[in-house]
């Protein structure tokens, strides 16, 4: 075991959750009259919390009062429908319980609502998952480390015994400001010639990958 502990990233690592991301932005721009957007162009926008998701979808040249607007409205619908089409990627059921029977600590941190995080976690994580911590007051977002840094701190374990597995440019720059190695998952929102042009060099292709690199 070279680890203690797995960080792991929430959604595009261990859930997809973009049809519903999708539907609730698309549903937020056309209540305002808006353009909306396509499926690429949303997997595209998450990654830094659902305010600068709404910032990226609605136009630039939009009034602030209707950017407001939007986000109310994509908050609205989100909380009701963020479970609808989100399930766990193929595979990461059994590697989260192969996990933990072997004894590994596990957190999930993400930009998500800490309401839906909640949500997920009592879904999906229910007894495997040890710590789940969203955007809540008073913590910066990834990639600040602060998140990170919480939940190495709930699980009792130093960073020199934890690794972090996530699927964006965010998730990497946020394990180097923990000071954490970074797992870059390629099931995810972004591509691995992405991923490397931001500074990737540990791949999973799937994730009993995750396995032989912890």
Known sequence: MKYKAIIFDLDGTLTDTLEDLYLSVNYALQSCGLPERSLDEVRRFVGN????LIERAVPESAESTLLEKCFEAFHAHYI???QDHTSLYPGIATLLMTLHAKGYRMAVVSNKLQKGVDELARTFFNGVIDVAIGEQQG????PEPDMVEQALR?????KEEAIYVGDSDVDLQTASNAGLPCISVLWGFRSRDFLVAHGATLFAEQPQDVLALV
Do not use: N
Request: glycine residues 12%; charged residues 25%.
């Open 80 to 82: 009701i429908h963020c």
């Open 154 to 158: 709930q699980l009792g374990v130093s």
């Open 139 to 142: 913590i910066p977002r990834k």
């Open 49 to 52: 919390g659902i305010r600068k």
